[in-house]
């Protein structure tokens, strides 16, 4: 059973340039969310997405955008790249729903970003 | 924004001895998860308490919430040198998928 998987690990960009990550659910999760994890610190929500769309969004600026694809995979675009967006961007899928609620997310292990 | 506050920040303790960690956090919640991350890596669930139960036990671990003061412990005993990482407790505010807000982190170091 495919956990959440990531691509790719590690990546180093220089200001002003954009990214694309990317993820794939684990199998059966219907709903994907991204989360940026700065140099210790806790992960912070930037966007949740379901059905194709964008369902729930943190306050993080329209640099950051997303994708969802039929398959449940999903994309994370960063525009106009800042110093300091270097962080540790991790995916976790889910089910949607109340009754998922009080089951927990599953992580991938991330890409590393790093802006020069 | 950050909605949990983990104390202590960071906790270096002996190979054997128990390890307690706590979580603060400010809203109502629907429950209260902790999760472990090794150096670099992504987040492991460790347990899941409801906001109608007060404790909650698996293998080594015992989580406690108290609804009343907003707050959480997290207990590990007999610890062990594979149990160094960092660990974070995650509010889920209502029911539904909503996102989970995380606080900062208690970096757990135990020596062999």
């Known amino acids: 059973d495919a956990g959440v998987t990531q691509s790719p690990t590690h990546l180093i960009k220089t200001r002003g340039q954009q990214v694309t990550l990317r993820c794939s659910p684990k199998?059966?999760?219907?709903?994907v969310s991204w989360y940026q994890q700065a140099l210790g610190q806790g992960p912070q929500f930037i966007f949740q997405?379901?059905?194709?769309?964008?369902?729930q969004r943190g306050n993080f600026p329209d640099r950051f955008s997303g994708h969802q694809f039929p398959n449940y995979s999903s994309e994370l675009n960063v525009n106009a790249l800042l110093l300091g967006d270097s962080a540790l961007y991790l995916c976790?899928?889910?089910?949607?729903?109340?009754?998922?609620?009080?089951?927990?997310?599953?992580f991938g292990d991330g890409t590393r970003l790093s802006i020069l | 924004s950050q909605q949990g506050e983990e104390d202590p920040q960071a906790l270096s303790i002996q190979e054997g001895e128990n390890a307690t960690m706590n979580c603060s956090y400010k809203t109502s919640i629907n429950n209260l998860q902790w999760y472990r991350q090794n150096s670099g890596r992504g987040l492991v669930h460790l347990i899941l308490?409801?906001?109608?139960?007060r404790e909650k036990h698996s293998g080594r671990l015992r989580v406690t919430l108290d609804t009343s003061k907003k707050s959480s412990s997290l207990l590990i005993t007999a610890s062990r040198a594979a149990d160094t990482a960092s660990y974070f407790c995650?509010?889920?505010?209502?029911?539904?998928?909503?996102?989970?807000?995380f606080g900062k982190g208690t970096r757990l170091s135990v020596i062999a």
């Open positions: 199998s059966g999760h219907d709903t």
């Open positions: 976790a899928s889910s089910l949607i729903g109340s009754t998922y609620s009080n089951q927990p997310q599953h």
């Open positions: 997405y379901y059905e194709e769309e964008e369902r």
């Open positions: 308490i409801r906001s109608n139960e």
């Open positions: 995650a509010t889920r505010t209502y029911s539904g998928n909503t996102p989970l807000v």
